[in-house]
């Protein structure tokens, strides 16, 4: 079955330290990744989605991710976080139609 | 409307009490999901339709939960007999392609059973 974990629960910065947030994937198929964020009190917003071609994608605000299929992961990574970086991070998911998320990351940056 | 749209928000129902969720997904979308997300968890699947097709129903915890989406727009996810453990944020979500290529969720429905 195919299954997302994270490996970080929760992560404090301080503000413009760079940011790398481990996601590993397990599926033998094609695989859809994604990053969703979701700030508090709102709804899960997609950062970033690797489908095919480039490893390398980037996404809104500044994030990027890297698709390592040696590794089967899909680390996301900014260089420079910003007090706004506040909120909770889910990498996810789908060889087809269901989306699998992995139980997040608690990210907090301190001004 | 411009997003995807959940009610209501927020929810308390005494156990065993029924209760029913509302997703209005962005217009002409085909696909549509339900997850379930408990407290420090990542959202988990519950079920999936293309149009009014409940093509996947796996996640679904019990056979007190039930899903619908009739003509194939708004949908209706429906718990029976309501008990502690179903205290969640449930999460619908929809995509304008079959399948997951890019899903947008809404902003989901506090249940609190007590």
């Known amino acids: 079955a195919q299954s997302v974990s994270q490996h970080n629960h929760h992560v404090i910065l301080s503000e413009a330290a760079s940011l790398e947030l481990g996601c590993n994937y397990s599926y033998g198929g094609t695989v859809n990744l994604f990053w969703y964020v979701q700030y508090p009190g709102q709804h899960l917003q997609l950062l970033l989605k690797y489908f095919s071609g480039d490893p390398l994608v980037k996404g809104i605000k500044g994030f990027e991710a890297e698709f390592i299929k040696s590794k089967f992961s899909f680390n996301l990574r900014k260089p420079s976080v910003q007090w706004s970086d506040t909120a909770e991070y889910f990498c996810a998911g789908t060889g087809f139609q269901k989306l699998v998320f992995g139980t997040g990351t608690r990210l907090l940056v301190s001004p | 409307g411009a997003g995807v749209s959940q009610s209501p928000r927020y929810k308390v129902a005494k156990r065993g009490q029924d209760v029913a969720l509302r997703c209005d997904p962005i217009?002409?979308?085909?696909?549509l999901f339900w997850y379930q997300q408990a407290l420090g968890q990542g959202p988990e699947f519950l079920t999936y339709f293309q149009n009014e097709a409940q093509l996947d129903k796996s996640g679904l915890p019990s056979d007190r939960f039930f899903a619908e989406r009739p003509e194939g727009s708004v949908s209706t996810l429906k718990i029976q007999r309501t008990q502690q453990e179903d205290s969640a944020v449930y999460l619908c979500?929809?995509?304008?392609?079959?399948?997951?290529?890019?899903?947008?969720f809404g902003q989901g429905t506090r249940l609190t059973v007590v």
């Open positions: 217009s002409g979308h085909v696909s």
């Open positions: 979500a929809s995509s304008s392609l079959r399948g997951t290529t890019e899903a947008f």
